[in-house]
């Protein structure tokens, strides 16, 4: 950034394309204990320009290789509390004159803000929310997401069901397993009969070793086990790919070690 600031974006191939992974601020202040980005909470909000300008580094990059045709607002920052500025860049980026990634192709993940989720759910824009839930109840969410001390869960999923009700998308619940904490038999069981009749997709996520926080990963075979119990219970969920481990490409992870190095 002008300022010296740096920001990470991580670029990822899928069998459909290109997907950019994109920081809306520089740090976070929401204080996740999985996540890097948080640890020295929210230097600032980025502008509208300069997420843009992440998308534009990222296909100067691919050159011939192609271009970027997928979004998810999932890097540092929490994107609902850059609210303006995030709102104008999903207007903008969705342009054929920018960088023509239509809103379909964009996720926006948020740690459940509950207000600003119903004010996003109004905008009318066709973006699929991705909601950071990792625990079946508050009590378990208060040790991974100090934001679940301030809002309780069930006002977050009620938030999701309005966001289903005026957009008709379903929303999808990303779910970090966490080794001790989340990953019990008894939590995808009550996980599934509070996503029960809400129009979602759960994607797992095997956690990635944060150095600097002490938490444990899973095995896979617990992964399994856990999405085997999900689709028992008629919900439709995937084990995510972990990907950027080997690049230290996790949240807020690659900007440290930049950091480090400088
Ligand atoms: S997971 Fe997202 S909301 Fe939570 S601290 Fe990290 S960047 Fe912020």
Request: proline share 2%.
């Amino acid at each position: 950034m002008r300022d010296g600031n740096c920001v990470e974006g991580v670029l990822m191939h899928y069998h459909y394309g290109w997907s950019l992974c994109i920081s809306t601020q520089v740090g976070c202040r929401m204080g996740c204990r999985f996540c890097a980005s948080t640890l020295e909470g929210c230097v600032r909000n980025l502008t509208c320009g300069e997420m843009i300008g992440e998308v534009i580094c990222a296909n100067r990059d691919l050159g011939e290789r192609g271009r970027v045709g997928h979004i998810v607002l999932m890097g540092a920052g929490e994107p609902l509390d850059n609210y303006d500025e995030v709102m104008r860049f999903l207007r903008l980026v969705s342009r054929e004159e920018s960088c023509g990634v239509g809103l379909r192709h964009i996720s926006l993940s948020t740690c459940g803000l509950v207000e600003k989720m119903r004010r996003f759910a109004q905008e009318g824009l066709p973006v699929t929310l991705s909601l950071s839930l990792h625990a079946p109840n508050d009590e378990i969410r208060k040790q991974l997401m100090p934001v679940a001390q301030r809002y309780r869960m069930e006002e977050v999923l009620s938030a999701c069901r309005y966001y289903v009700e005026r957009t008709g998308r379903r929303v999808v619940f990303e779910y970090a397993l966490v080794g001790g904490v989340n990953d019990s038999e008894a939590c995808a069981r009550e996980l599934a009969s509070r996503l029960r009749g809400l129009q979602c997709h759960v994607n797992l996520i095997p956690l990635n070793t944060v150095e600097e926080r002490d938490l444990r990963g899973v095995s896979e075979a617990r992964v399994q086990q856990f999405l085997h119990t999900l689709e028992k219970c008629h919900i439709s969920a995937t084990r995510r790919r972990e990907m950027g481990d080997d690049i230290a490409g996790a949240c807020g992870q690659l900007r440290r070690r930049v950091l480090e190095r400088t």
